[in-house]
């Protein structure tokens, strides 16, 4: 079976060659990091709209101390999941490339 070859350069700066199964593998594990920061970013967003929503809805007044606190959380999270999602992707090239 002649199978497909990508080259890449090791961490000695050899070239060497992968087969497409390898190739798509790296894609997958890239394209799952993708997914995990848009699942950071979505729950930020959430937290973030939830709390605009308990400030501005009177019959959730009891709970704006609780949205003061989801106000903080949001950006903390989106920013958590972010560096991340640079740390994975730099370990992915460093291992991969």
């Known amino acids: 079976m002649g199978e497909d ?8 700066n050899k070239k060497k060659d992968l087969i497409v199964r390898d190739w798509l593998a790296i894609e997958r594990t890239k394209l799952a990091n993708e997914r995990t920061f848009l699942a950071y970013f979505r729950t930020a967003l959430f ?14 007044a009891p709970l ?22 640079l740390k994975v992707k730099k370990k992915i090239e460093e291992h991969y490339s």
């Open 5 to 12: 070859k990508k080259q890449v350069i090791d961490k000695n």
């Open 47 to 60: 937290i973030f709209v939830s709390a605009i929503t308990i400030i501005k809805i009177e019959l959730l």
């Open 64 to 85: 704006r101390p609780m949205s003061y606190f989801l106000f903080v959380l949001s950006p903390t999270l989106f920013i958590f999941g972010f560096t991340r999602y």
